[in-house]
């Protein structure tokens, strides 16, 4: 259930021009559970929306089944593919789902559009958010065109890591995650574990050497 968005803490608090306040009369908060699908390929977008709490991940899926996340989508951020297709009037080319329960803001496609051409604030509101997660993007995709599985493998684990020094997480998902195939990424931690770094558990990867993976990690790209 969805309702008025009134909150003057929240993204979009700077806009003082009349038109950007009244486009934000017109704005819905919304909850959308966990693991649930809010677009997919081929979709039409008919609303602008920003994470105010939780977490969608979009990725991207080939012919063969091959996956590729993208980039998530977190509290106060815009999902960069909804701008692109609500500025083209064209449809979705990947899938977004929400990992946690997710709050959002939501704003109809006519009362986005007015606010792009008649509020200043709105508008350089919605360009440097999708300017910046842009750079995020092209970020990935030099990762991916230049960059060395195994650090990046290695910035992965780093991440994921928890308190007790465990990583619970498959190597289908870290594939997904890296943009890679399920083999390479277990033949590369394969390595690690005969380095002595890590060892793999089913289900989980515990590691044993945080200091070497994070300096493979911080490898420039080549």
Request: charged share 25%; proline share 2%.
């Amino acid at each position: 259930m969805s309702k008025s968005f009134t909150d003057k803490s929240a993204p979009f608090a700077d806009i003082q021009d009349d038109i950007g306040k009244n486009i934000l009369k017109q704005a819905r908060k919304t909850v959308i559970p966990a693991n649930t699908i809010i677009f997919k390929q081929g979709d039409s977008c008919q609303n602008y929306f920003l994470v105010l709490e939780g977490s969608v991940k979009v990725l991207s899926r080939a012919e063969n089944g091959r996956e590729i996340v993208l980039y998530r989508v977190q509290r106060g951020q815009s999902c960069t593919l909804t701008v692109a297709c609500l500025f083209a009037n064209s449809k979705y080319p990947a899938e977004g789902i929400t990992e946690t329960e997710v709050k959002a803001l939501l704003i109809p496609l006519a009362a986005f559009n007015q606010g792009l051409q008649h509020s200043a604030d709105f508008r350089k509101q919605i360009f440097d958010s999708h300017s910046q997660r842009l750079s995020e993007i092209i970020t990935l995709v030099e990762e991916i065109s230049f960059g060395r599985i195994d650090a990046r493998l290695a910035k992965a684990l780093l991440h994921y890591i928890d308190t007790d020094t465990t990583v619970h997480i498959t190597h289908q998902n870290l594939a997904t995650e890296l943009g890679s195939a399920r083999e390479v990424i277990s033949r590369q931690l394969k390595e690690f574990e005969h380095r002595g770094w890590v060892k793999l558990l089913r289900g989980n990867i515990e590691i044993l050497d945080i200091s070497a993976l994070e300096q493979l990690a911080s490898t420039n790209l080549v």
